[in-house]
């Protein structure tokens, strides 16, 4: 009977329960982004400006700048990556809200970074997305299996931006390591649109992960009251937004658009309420048994991070949740070289997941 007893218990357990957060370092500020130098060495951006190099082993942490930024609202510091070919460029890429004549512009931007220091810093792309607004400035950075450099802006609070593609605001761009543009973007030959664009009609994309061994280019992004997205980019394609949102306005209970609108992509997973999601990642890795083949998701808002279970045409098939009683906001959750998933808060900690 006691083993009866204990097996029934057992199987309610929910599937992802025994995962924890190890708390790893405080009182950093907001970490918006994190990437990792090597196993050991992690490279953190800090909302107010501050570039930090965390050394896992020694514990302890360093600042390599204090960047100037437009650190109103929504802006400041944001995405940091390491290059695809650091070893031999040892370059590190940066998004950020560059102050403009009082206004914020989200910038893409490189450094070198040469004996634990950075230098030679330099913008890539200042983006076209002022407006008078200190909301929705993106932005991820990530790369694909070709070298290509994704990064994605929100709307900047103006709506009709999404649609605009005379600007940058509301898309995902691809360029070059080098910040030049690929011959192959969707519209080159255009000369009404702006050749950086590779997809449009995205609200707030604070969520960009490439996935190389399925080559799929996963976003997520936020929707207004409800309508929280998670898309799988196309090069080309208009993913809606504010003509398609599953959202409501905040001021009524009116919807925002139509739910679906020939000729624009449905996403492949909608929030309703929302979760106000981070950061996205595939996992891959082999640490985590169960994770593998599933997108993970921050969620700032409902403080969780949200597994998504994938079928084999990539359609989001099952929705978990875990560490949602750590009552953190999950700002961003990266994965180190060997497959071990870190993740930061709003609060100020780093955390490994366990």
């Known amino acids: 009977m006691k083993f009866i007893i204990t097996f029934l218990l057992l199987i309610q357990i929910p599937l992802y329960a025994k995962y924890q957060g190890k708390e790893l370092v405080s009182n950093l500020g907001v970490v918006w982004g994190m990437d ?20 896992l082993k020694k514990k302890d942490t360093k600042i390599l700048k204090q960047f100037e930024v437009y650190n109103k609202g929504q802006a400041g510091l944001l995405d940091v990556k390491i290059s695809p070919n650091f070893k031999d460029d040892k370059t590190i890429y940066f998004t950020y809200v560059k102050n403009i004549d009082s206004k914020g512009a989200t910038t893409l931007a490189k450094a070198i970074f040469e004996k634990d220091s950075l230098v030679n810093f330099q913008d890539i792309l200042v983006t076209k997305s002022l407006t008078s607004k200190n909301v929705h400035f993106g932005s991820r950075i990530t790369f694909d299996e070709k070298g290509n450099l994704y990064f994605g802006v929100g709307d900047r609070g103006v709506r009709a931006n999404a649609q605009n593609l005379k600007n940058h605001a509301g898309t995902i761009m691809r360029l070059n390591l080098d910040g030049t543009i690929p011959k192959n973007n969707p519209f080159v030959d255009d000369k009404n649109i702006l050749d950086e664009i590779y997809s449009f009609g995205h609200r707030n994309p604070q969520g960009l992960f490439y996935d190389k061994v399925n080559k799929k280019l996963w976003e997520i992004e936020h929707g207004p009251r409800g309508g929280d997205e ?19 306005e905040y001021w009524n209970i009116s919807s925002v658009g139509v739910k679906h609108k020939e000729g624009m992509k449905d996403a492949k997973k909608y929030y309703v309420p929302s979760i106000a999601p981070s950061s996205l990642v595939y996992y891959d890795g082999d640490i985590y048994e169960d994770l593998k083949g599933k997108l993970l998701a921050g969620a700032l808002k409902s403080t969780h ?50």
């Open 36 to 55: 990792f130098i090597n196993e050991n060495k992690m490279i953190l951006t800090i909302k107010d400006g501050r570039i930090l190099l965390y050394d």
């Open 230 to 248: 998670i898309n799988l980019v196309q090069k080309a394609q208009n993913y809606g937004w504010p003509e398609v949102s599953w959202g409501k």
């Open 305 to 354: 991070i949200n597994i998504l279970t994938l079928d084999k045409n990539f359609n989001i098939i099952k929705e978990d949740r875990i560490l949602d009683k750590l009552g953190e906001r999950i700002r961003h959750i990266a994965i180190s070289p060997k497959g071990l998933i870190y993740f930061s808060t709003d609060s100020g900690k780093v955390y490994l997941l366990k």
